[in-house]
T-cell receptor, first 114, second 113 residues
Framework: AQSVTQLGSHVSVSEGALVLLRCNYS??????LFWYVQYPNQGLQLLLK??????LVKGINGFEAEFKKSETSFHLTKPSAHMSDAAEYFC????????????FGSGTRLQVQP | DGGITQSPKYLFRKEGQNVTLSCEQN?????MYWYRQDPGQGLRLIYY???????QKGDIAEGYSVSREKKESFPLTVTSAQKNPTAFYLC????????????FGSGTQLSVL
């Protein structure tokens, strides 16, 4: 079975500081991994995805994530936080040969302080 | 513009009542999905459909029903058997491939009167 765990339901950073949101996955086969962002009362938008090509994946709005098989991790980073980055972030996984639907983590709410 | 439309944006349910949430897409996607979002629990899969006239239960299907009579439409009915229906419901779609991104609607907030 596939699953993801997001450590930290709330993360607070200062504007201009590094953003690090953690995601660990569980999968018996090489997974596909995704990060989505949700602004208040809206649906989700894709930030980036890993599908077994380059292990360092660059996404929109300056975000990137690195797939580390040895650590079963796919952490999301951004070098310098902006006020507009305040939102909820979800990690998700799917696996070849498995259920054709994404399994989501519990989410991390990012707060950016001025 | 292509996209996914969910309606209504807000919905209220009385005790013992069934309510239906609408989801329509004009992206020509084969697959459609319903997720339930509760604070602190992320998104949980209710039902999904890979093709017309076929659908599968997700992780929390009890108390819900769906139909897929048309490619564009995937309505979700919250039945009276669902004892805790208050949540934000999200519909999504894609072409059905495992590594494909999901396109989401803007959601329906369901509350119990």
């Amino acid at each position: 079975a596939q699953s993801v765990t997001q450590l930290g339901s709330h993360v607070s950073v200062s504007e201009g500081a590094l953003v690090l949101l953690r995601c660990n996955y569980s999968s018996s086969v090489p997974p596909y991994l995704f990060w989505y962002v949700q602004y208040p009362n809206q649906g989700l938008q894709l930030l980036l995805k890993y599908t077994s090509a380059a292990t360092l994946v660059k996404g929109i709005n300056g975000f990137e994530a690195e797939f580390k098989k040895s650590e079963t991790s796919f952490h999301l980073t951004k070098p310098s936080a902006h006020m507009s980055d305040a939102a909820e972030y979800f990690c998700a996984v799917s696996t070849p040969g498995g259920r054709r639907a994404l399994t989501f983590g519990s989410g991390t709410r990012l707060q950016v302080q001025p | 513009d292509g996209g996914i439309t969910q309606s209504p944006k807000y919905l209220f349910r009385k005790e013992g009542q069934n309510v239906t949430l609408s989801c329509e897409q004009n992206l020509n996607h084969d697959a459609m999905y319903w997720y339930r979002q509760d604070p602190g629990q992320g998104l949980r899969l209710i039902y999904y459909s890979q093709i017309v006239n076929d659908f599968q239960k997700g992780d929390i299907a009890e108390g819900y029903s769906v139909s897929r009579e048309k490619k564009e439409s995937f309505p979700l009915t919250v039945t009276s058997a669902q004892k805790n229906p208050t949540a934000f419901y999200l519909c999504a779609s894609n072409m059905g491939g495992v590594g494909e991104k999901l396109f989401f609607g803007s959601g329906t907030q369901l509350s119990v009167l």
